[in-house]
C-alpha cells in the first residue's frame, strides 16, 4: 500500500467514522423532536454506533490512523444545519436531512466503495448498506404519510442542504480516485438514490428529476 493510497485513505475512513458517528447523534436528537417514535429512532441511533466502530476497525486492520478533525470540518456546516432545525422544532427538516440526504449519500459511497473494498471491510459494508436502506425506509414513510403538505418544505429543505453534501464530496474528489473511486460515478450513485428517494415520498418522476436537476446544476454553477 503506497503513501498516497494510505493519505487518502485516512481521510475517506475519518469522513466515514465522523458520518456515522454524527448520524447515531442526530437519530437521537431526532427520538426527542419525534417521541411517539423514540424506541424505533433510538434503534437506529444504535445501529450507526455500530457502524462508526466497525469503519474505525476497518482503519485500524490496514494500521491507518483516520484524520477526524478534518472529516469533523467536512461535516460541520451539514451538521449545523441539522441542529438548527433541531433547535427550531423544524421536524420535517431534521428528518429530511438525515433520513434521505444524509442516508442517500451513505448508500451511494458505500455501494461505490464495495467494488474495491478489502477483503476485511467487504461483508461489513454489506451489513451496513442493509441497515441505512432502513433509515431511508424510515423517513420516506413519515414523509410519505404527510404528502404532498410537506412537498414545499422538503423543496426548500433540499436547496440549502444538498449542495452542501455536493461541497462536501468535491472536497475529496482527489482522495477518492486514489482509493479507487469515481467521484462523478458517486455523484450519480447519489442522485439516482436521492431521487428514488423523493419518489417514494411521493413526488413525480418528473418533478423528481426536474429538483435533482436544479439542484445539482447550482452545484455545477458553484465549481463543484
Ligand atoms: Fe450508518
Ligand atoms: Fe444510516
Known amino acids: 500500500m503506497n503513501c498516497a493510497y494510505r493519505v487518502a485513505y485516512s481521510r475517506i475512513n475519518a469522513l466515514v467514522i465522523v458520518g456515522e458517528g454524527l448520524a447515531d447523534s442526530h437519530f437521537r436528537l431526532l427520538a426527542g423532536l419525534l417521541p411517539e417514535d423514540r424506541d424505533d429512532l433510538m434503534r437506529l441511533a444504535a445501529m450507526e454506533g455500530r457502524h462508526a466502530r466497525d469503519f474505525a476497525g476497518c482503519g485500524r486492520e490496514l494500521g491507518i490512523r483516520p484524520d477526524l478533525p478534518l472529516a469533523q470540518r467536512?461535516?460541520?456546516?451539514?451538521?449545523r444545519l441539522f441542529r438548527e432545525a433541531v433547535r427550531t422544532g423544524d421536524r420535517l427538516s431534521a428528518l429530511v436531512i438525515q433520513c434521505l440526504i444524509v442516508e442517500s449519500f451513505a448508500v451511494a459511497a458505500y455501494r461505490c466503495y464495495q467494488p474495491v473494498a478489502d477483503?476485511?471491510?467487504?461483508?461489513?459494508l454489506q451489513m451496513v448498506l442493509d441497515d441505512e436502506?432502513?433509515?431511508?425506509?424510515?423517513?420516506?414513510?413519515w414523509l410519505a404519510v404527510r404528502?404532498?403538505?410537506?412537498?414545499a418544505p422538503i423543496e426548500a429543505c433540499c436547496g440549502r442542504a444538498v449542495p452542501i453534501v455536493l461541497a462536501m464530496l468535491n472536497a475529496v474528489?482527489?482522495?477518492?480516485?486514489?482509493i479507487g473511486i469515481d467521484p462523478g460515478e458517486l455523484v450519480g450513485e447519489f442522485v439516482g438514490c436521492f431521487q428514488a428517494a423523493i419518489e417514494m415520498v411521493g413526488f413525480e418522476p418528473r418533478q423528481a428529476r426536474g429538483l435533482v436537476a436544479r439542484l445539482a446544476g447550482q452545484a455545477v454553477a458553484v465549481g463543484v
Request: charge should be neutral; charged fraction near 10%; proline fraction near 9%.
Open 74 to 79: 467536512l461535516f460541520a456546516p451539514l451538521h
Open 119 to 124: 477483503a476485511y471491510a467487504a461483508p461489513i
Open 133 to 141: 436502506a432502513q433509515h431511508l425506509q424510515y423517513g420516506q414513510r
Open 147 to 151: 404528502f404532498p403538505e410537506v412537498a
Open 173 to 178: 474528489r482527489a482522495d477518492l480516485t486514489a
